[in-house]
């Protein structure tokens, strides 16, 4: 039994891989007309979101000219998309031993990738809004830089919805496995590494170990300070927010 479980896990995990590789070739290779997938809905819920009308414009991407606006295939969220589908889909084979049975792994994986397209479809699109509105904020002098704040409001977009999905998922498992959501320690330790290590892991670690892929150096060393920057500093301040609640609460307790 326990070798059976090991062939399953090795096989979802080579699977998983598999389909990683092949969307991430399809985003480093593909245009505005072959991504379209990702960039025709996330043009239709920006526009959505913020009234903003755009129009396909070929060998670009979506734009609006009036509002110097353009959803490019850099912009399509396709690096998200794969993070959270590997995210997902391997705890999902992780957490092999909890589910029911093992014929709910490969479901599991189709609905982690089809869950995944779903929320980068939505946190592109955020992310995209929250960007116009920083473009327009009279917030900028000295090193503080469009292009900055442009960058670290994305990291932090992404990488809070990345460990948002994640919590979202284990509460769903434990909650399956008969245990309830309340015995759920939200922002613990665990729960916040796995993200983060899978994030740095696809956003610095894989560029890096692909060293021929790196075009500018000097660029490249500015991107991994600043992903690592940001992202070890919004889990500091989460787990500072959960040690400060946890006092609060624990101060209006009666002894």
Same mark, same amino acid.
């Given at each position: 039994m326990e070798r059976r479980l090991l062939h399953i896990k090795l096989a979802?995990? !080579? *699977?998983?891989?598999?389909l990683a590789y092949l969307l991430k070739s399809i985003y480093s290779q593909g245009n505005s007309e072959t991504l379209g997938w990702l960039l025709a809905p996330t043009a239709a819920l920006v526009e959505l979101f913020t009234?903003?009308? !755009?129009?396909?414009?070929? @060998?670009?991407?979506w734009v609006n000219y009036h509002h110097h606006v353009a959803i490019v295939p850099s912009c399509?969220? =396709?690096? /998200?998309? *794969? %993070?959270? !589908?590997?995210?997902l889909s391997l705890h999902c084979v992780y957490a092999l031993r909890r589910m029911p049975s093992v014929k709910y792994l490969f479901p599991a994986i189709v609905l982690s990738l089809v869950f995944a397209y779903g929320a980068t479809l939505l946190v592109n699109s955020a992310r995209i809004r929250v960007s116009i509105i920083l473009y327009g904020a009279d917030i900028y002098?000295?090193?503080? $830089?469009? +292009?900055?704040?442009?960058?670290?409001? @994305?990291?932090? %977009?992404?990488?809070?919805?990345?460990? &948002?999905?994640? $919590?979202?998922?284990?509460m !769903?498992?434990?909650?399956?496995?008969g245990q309830g959501a309340g015995s /759920?320690?939200?922002?613990? @330790? @665990?729960?916040?590494?796995?993200p983060l290590l899978c994030y740095l892991l696809f956003t610095v670690g894989v560029p890096l170990v692909r060293s021929t892929g %790196?075009?500018?150096? +000097?660029? /490249?060393?500015y991107h991994a300070? $600043?992903?690592?920057?940001?992202?070890? =500093?919004?889990?500091?301040?989460?787990?500072? &927010?959960?040690?400060l609640f946890r006092q609060l609460m624990g101060r209006q307790v009666p002894r």
């Open positions: 979802s995990v !080579f *699977i998983i891989l598999t009234g903003i009308p !755009f129009v396909c414009e070929a @060998g670009t991407g399509a969220g =396709g690096n /998200f998309l *794969i %993070i959270l !589908f590997c995210l002098k000295g090193w503080l $830089t469009p +292009e900055l704040v442009h960058r670290v409001a @994305g990291i932090v %977009i992404y990488y809070l919805s990345l460990l &948002g999905c994640y $919590t979202l998922l284990l !769903f498992l434990q909650k399956a496995a /759920f320690r939200l922002l613990n @330790g @665990g729960v916040l590494l796995v %790196i075009r500018d150096p +000097e660029q /490249f060393v300070l $600043t992903v690592v920057g940001v992202s070890v =500093g919004c889990t500091v301040v989460l787990l500072l &927010g959960r040690c």
